[in-house]
């Protein structure tokens, strides 16, 4: 060899000391490092939040569904119960006995024992506007309504 000094055909600034930092692979076996696309990524991400909040919404709707048919029912339940107590009834109800709720011709409210089908060839009042049973909280059951005992 001469003494001449020894000039490196690769550029300066394609070489490094720390090739693990590198953005790329430097060797032929090395991992390809690709860039992310950080939109692409956000985009997926908040898509995925979404549809998980829509789920957990969903949810939280059917339950407020839920609740919103039990208060109804409940509301029902005591307007019924008003109303038969405002009724006239020749007996003290029994809990956990069925009744029925009548309608008299001049639109006056009756609780009796006696079921529709049981009263012979005369129906003696308007409609029969439900099948009733005495709860344990003194609310009362609706079983049928008018439509299902309809004196025409």
């Not at 939109?39 to 919404?57: C, F, H, W, Y």
């Not at 709707?61 to 008003?82: C, D, F, G, H, P």
């Not at 049981?118 to 049973?133: D, K, N, Q, S």
Request: with cysteine.
């Amino acid at each position: 060899m001469t003494d001449e000094e020894f000039e490196n055909p690769i550029s300066a600034d394609k070489v490094t000391d720390k090739p693990g930092l590198l953005e790329y692979a430097h060797t032929v076996g090395g991992a390809v490092i690709k860039p992310e696309d950080k939109g692409k990524i956000k985009g997926r991400a908040v898509m995925a939040m979404r549809e998980q909040t829509d789920i957990q919404l969903a949810q939280l709707y059917k339950q407020m569904q839920l609740l919103a048919e039990q208060a109804t029912a409940i509301r029902n339940r005591v307007e019924v119960s008003e109303r038969i107590y405002s009724a006239q009834m020749g007996f003290e109800p029994v809990v956990g006995h069925t009744y029925y709720f009548y309608v008299k011709k001049d639109g006056t409210d009756v609780l009796s024992m006696i079921a529709p089908n049981e009263w012979g060839r005369t129906f003696p009042y308007l409609r029969c506007m439900a099948t009733v049973r005495m709860m344990a909280d003194h609310t009362w059951d609706v079983e049928y309504h008018e439509t299902e005992f309809s004196n025409d």
